[in-house]
């Protein structure tokens, strides 16, 4: 089974998953939120990519989400390994990522709203417009990058 055997392994992740709890439960998730907040703005921006794609960018303002997700990863790994840039950096980045995300439930609701019979035909024109709730990932993937900031180091 390898150098520690099955109940070996099993033993040792439960270990690291009652030391991450503990640090969890006493404020200390600074630099795992970092590098989730990193991870999470690559997947959430892979996703929106693919989708503003499809409708050809046909609108200038869809590249805003493209366009802010380097600095949100590159201060998020880099707020795993420096404290600093966890406090400083992090923080500005993610909440302009996060204010992407608002904007774009603004736009989305405008471009349901636009289409023949707008809010009046809900039952047609939401799944058939821009998803409404898409944007508010961004918004909530911003928040993790704000909370970062706020929380202590871990040990």
Known sequence: MGLLGRRG???????????????IAHGRFERSLSGLTA???VLTTVEVYAEHYKASFGNKWMWAPIVVTPPVVVAGVAGVYSRRWAKTA???AAGVYAATGLAGEYFHARGIARKPGGWRLVSYNVPMG????????????GAMGLLAALLRREK
Do not use: D, F, N, T
Request: no cysteine.
């Open 9 to 23: 392994a099993v033993a040792e992740v439960e270990r690291g998953a009652r030391h991450a709890a503990y640090e």
């Open 39 to 41: 991870a999470a703005a």
């Open 90 to 92: 992090l923080p500005v």
């Open 130 to 141: 821009p998803p409404v709730a898409a944007p508010g990932l961004m918004s909530v993937v």
